[in-house]
Structures are given as structure tokens and as C-alpha cells.
């Protein structure tokens, strides 16, 4: 069974910083992209930065050059640490891990049930 427990959102005033983690078990960590998603109320859902089993990240335009999202293998977490912070970011954040089988090409997708994130003064 997959489980994930997620922490570090709450209440940031603009400019502020937080650190999401997003911690993962019952999968092999090391084999899966892990992702943060966003989604605010009446929005879709968009991606906000990932990263790939040998660490490779990509990042949604809007938050390049604030966001850093990192991995620690050891700990099968997920890290995202937000800095600068704007009204805009406002939204639940949710950890994705996205797997696939090197055997049949199958897709594992599984997510967490996210944090809240609210920046306002």
C-alpha cells in the first residue's frame, strides 16, 4: 500500500518562505519522478516542479527561480522549498509519484492528499 505524509504548508505573509515535505512509502523510491502539483479553488490542476530519479528537475514558469525541489533517497522524501512568496501561490499542494515498469511500460501514479499553502498578509 502506498502511503504518503505530507507537511509544511500553513500561513506565509508575501515575500516569505515555506518547505513542503513529502514523505513516501510502499513504492521503490529511487525508481520513481516525484512531482508537486498545485491546485487552487475554480483552477486546474498544474504542475509545479518535478524531479527524476537521477535528479533532473523541471519547474512551472511561474515559480523558476524561487521553488527548489529536491529529493532524499534515504529518507524516500520529497522536498520543496518555496521562497519569495506570492498572493498567487495561495493553493493545496499535492506530492506525486509517477513510476514506470521497465518491463511492460506500465504507469504507477499515485498521489498524496496535499497541504495547504496560503499567502497572505
Known amino acids: 500500500q502506498v502511503q504518503f505524509v505530507e507537511s509544511g504548508g500553513g500561513l506565509v505573509q508575501p515575500g516569505g518562505s515555506l518547505r513542503l515535505s513529502c514523505a513516501v512509502s510502499?513504492?521503490?523510491?529511487?525508481?520513481?519522478?516525484m512531482s508537486w502539483y498545485r491546485q487552487a479553488p475554480g483552477r486546474e490542476r498544474e504542475l509545479v516542479a518535478g524531479i527524476s530519479p537521477g535528479g533532473s528537475t523541471n519547474y512551472a514558469d511561474s515559480v523558476k527561480g524561487r521553488f527548489t525541489i529536491s529529493r532524499g533517497n534515504a529518507r524516500n522524501t520529497v522536498y520543496l522549498q518555496m521562497n519569495s512568496l506570492e498572493p498567487e501561490d495561495t493553493a493545496t499542494y499535492l506530492c506525486n509519484a509517477l513510476g514506470v515498469s521497465a518491463y511492460d511500460g506500465d504507469e504507477y501514479n499515485y498521489w498524496g492528499q496535499g497541504t495547504q499553502v496560503t499567502v497572505s498578509s
Open positions: 510502499g513504492i521503490i523510491f529511487t525508481t520513481y519522478t
